[in-house]
């Protein structure tokens, strides 16, 4: 049964639950993605994303590949929320959604282009970590 099918509708002016996305990433591999040469992979993140993992610890492949699961887990979210409705996948750009921290390394996302158009209105709640070689996160989409 889908959350569509159980009439589990918010009533007006709650917020309800529209999807739910997570997203795993080999951190080696993740690095050998980096690595490679001529590739374009690290201009899926933002400017502000990069230069936040260079001011890190130094481990740029182990930040960068949470905030990657980060991305992915959003994608994810969003595609569940669509459910019997067709994806929207070429509308992403992974550049479009931006993994921003507060004062305390809170991770919060940040939407632009056309996957902020359509989330406009919905609020992306985020958890990121990581242990080992794995960088993991989860996303969840609330929205009206």
Same mark, same amino acid.
């Given at each position: 049964? +889908? *959350? *569509?099918?159980?009439?589990?509708?918010?009533?007006?002016?709650?917020? $309800?639950? %529209?999807?739910?996305?997570?997203?795993?990433?080999?951190?080696?591999?993740?690095?050998?993605? %980096?690595?490679?040469?001529?590739?374009?992979?690290?201009?899926?993140?933002?400017?502000?994303? /990069?230069?936040? $993992?260079?001011?890190? +610890?130094?481990?740029?492949?182990?930040?960068?590949? *949470? /905030?990657?699961?980060?991305? &992915?887990?959003? !994608?994810?979210?969003?595609?569940?929320?669509?459910?019997?409705?067709?994806?929207?996948?070429?509308?992403?750009?992974?550049?479009? #959604? &931006? !993994?921003?921290?507060?004062?305390?390394?809170?991770?919060? #996302? /940040?939407? $632009?282009?056309?996957?902020?158009?359509?989330?406009?209105?919905?609020? !992306?709640? !985020?958890?990121?970590?990581?242990?080992?070689?794995?960088?993991?996160?989860?996303?969840?989409? &609330?929205?009206?």
């Amino acid at each position: 049964m +889908t *959350a *569509a099918d159980s009439g589990s509708e918010a009533k007006p002016g709650e917020m $309800s639950v %529209l999807g739910v996305g997570i997203d795993i990433v080999s951190i080696p591999e993740f690095a050998e993605q %980096l690595r490679q040469p001529g590739t374009t992979f690290a201009d899926r993140f933002t400017v502000g994303e /990069r230069r936040d $993992s260079a001011a890190g +610890t130094g481990d740029d492949a182990r930040h960068l590949a *949470a /905030r990657w699961a980060a991305k &992915e887990a959003v !994608v994810k979210a969003w595609s569940v929320s669509r459910f019997s409705r067709s994806p929207l996948l070429p509308l992403i750009r992974h550049s479009d #959604i &931006e !993994v921003v921290t507060d004062t305390w390394g809170r991770p919060a #996302i /940040r939407l $632009s282009g056309e996957i902020g158009n359509h989330l406009r209105d919905t609020v !992306v709640h !985020v958890s990121l970590t990581h242990d080992g070689d794995t960088a993991a996160a989860v996303a969840i989409l &609330e929205g009206r």
